[in-house]
């Protein structure tokens, strides 16, 4: 495989941008190489400026539900950027949008656009310490939610710690109200509320955990934050980022049946332009400015572009067989991939929810943080190269999800299947 101009490109880039990249982990530090700079997307190929072509997982870190450049939201976007590409001031596409989401997810009475996934968990969270005159937040060990500083906190060991910031720069007031609880552990949630009386504002987790790798949610877990919020006053945050028309056309909250009090969106609903959105109850919502007096604003939000392509990816997602189309393709490629494993002799957990899968090369069933973070990197690092070396980009950490697309047809899943069974050998290493 040639990446030569590649190669050049993340040279010169390492002296222009930090790490030569805008987002950490396109950087593949976590399974040895170097980046591969894109030149085009088109359908489920990734092509690089070289001219090779890869069946992508990645689809931009789950927007692309679609795969690349849909000729629908390619044909809105052109016929949007004539009428200009921001404007300062209300446009019909905000309705339009917000009335589509809403129709997937009822909950949200209302909402608010923004422009990043981070920006939607960050005002959500200053909207729920309004609602409830309250500081503390409880998330969990392995959950993100985009990088605003209250939320840069993992826990290193232990249940239910205090947070301690995870990046310098965070300082410790920051984060000493995020209190950090263990994922699909629900005692480790009723101990912080008993420790903290009439102390926790809010609950945010993500329903189905995306960014320790695939993690679905034990049976008792969002029944039980649902319950516990509740009883204690303390709203529930659904952060549905990634989850949200990835796991079920209305997200976690319609497949579990959960209705959390807010939600978070971001990566589909922009339909590859940079799109976030908090929402829920009404009461609540009232509360931001101008209707209420929480600040949250945005130079760009509602943009008209982004909002074209969000409206542009929900009405296709509308198709009648759009939704069952893409579980079968998920379906097929999950036993593929697990048959594969099977016949090399190697160990994977294949957790998958929807349109989200992850292979973890561990031996025991992964379900948190604990349990993913025991999973063998050194293979996962081979197997990612190998797929790569075969055509297939696969997210280059083995804690993050991987996506499919309306645009992996049955051959392209074969195709996938037939580099998983060579690269299955190549990762026993
Ligand atoms: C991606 C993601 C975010 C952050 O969104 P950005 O648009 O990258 O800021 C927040 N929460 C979850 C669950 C995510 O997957």
Not at 102 to 117: A, K, T, Y
Not at 237 to 259: K, N, S
Not at 377 to 387: E, I, L, S
Request: proline share 7%.
């Amino acid at each position: 495989m040639n990446i030569e101009t590649s190669r050049q490109l993340y040279e010169q880039a390492g002296r222009l941008l930090p790490g030569g990249v805008s987002s950490p982990v396109r950087a593949f530090r976590a399974v040895g190489g170097q980046p591969l700079f894109i030149a085009r997307g088109e359908g489920p190929y990734l092509e690089d400026v070289d001219g090779n072509r890869y069946i992508d997982y990645v689809l931009s870190w789950g927007p692309l539900i679609l795969g690349h450049a849909h000729p629908a939201v390619v044909a809105a976007l052109e016929e949007a950027i004539r009428r200009g590409t921001s404007y300062g001031a209300p446009s019909p596409l905000e309705l339009e949008l917000a009335r589509r989401i809403q129709g997937f997810m009822p909950g949200l009475e209302m909402l608010r656009f923004v422009n990043s996934g981070t920006e939607a968990t960050m005002s959500a969270l200053r909207l729920a310490r309004a609602f409830t005159r309250r500081d503390k937040i409880i998330k969990f060990e392995g959950c993100y939610h985009g990088h605003a500083d209250l939320l840069l906190v993992q826990a290193g060991s232990g249940v239910a710690t205090l947070g301690l910031p995870d990046s310098p720069g965070v300082p410790q007031a920051t984060t000493q109200d995020t209190l950090v609880a263990r994922f699909n552990d629900l005692e480790s949630v009723i101990s912080l509320f008993s420790q903290f009386p009439d102390q926790v504002a809010a609950v945010i987790v993500e329903p189905v955990a995306g960014n320790m790798g695939v993690a679905p949610p034990a049976e008792d877990f969002l029944p039980g934050l649902r319950d516990l919020t509740a009883r204690h006053g303390a709203l529930l945050i659904f952060d549905e980022v990634m989850t949200g028309f990835r796991v079920h056309p209305g997200g976690a909250q319609a497949l579990y049946g959960i209705q959390p009090d807010l939600t978070t969106l971001g990566k589909v609903i922009g339909g590859g332009l940079p799109v976030g959105a908090y929402g829920g109850r009404a009461e609540v919502m009232h509360m931001v400015a101008p209707s209420g007096p929480v600040y949250q604003a945005g130079t760009l939000s509602g943009n008209p572009l982004a909002m074209t392509a969000g409206i542009a990816t929900l009405d296709e997602l509308q198709s009648a067989d759009v939704w069952p189309g893409l579980i079968a393709a998920a379906e097929w490629l999950e036993s593929g991939m697990a048959d594969a494993a099977a016949d090399a002799g190697i160990a994977i957990q294949q957790n998958r929810v929807g349109t989200m899968f992850s292979t973890f090369f561990a031996q025991e069933p992964v379900r948190d943080w604990p349990s993913a973070s025991r999973s063998d990197t050194a293979r996962f690092g081979r197997f990612f190269n190998a797929m790569l070396e075969n055509g297939v980009y696969l997210a280059p950490s083995q804690f993050e999800a991987g996506f499919l697309s309306t645009a992996h047809t049955p051959a392209i899943l074969d195709q996938t299947v037939a580099a998983a069974r060579q690269a299955f050998g190549k990762a026993m290493g």
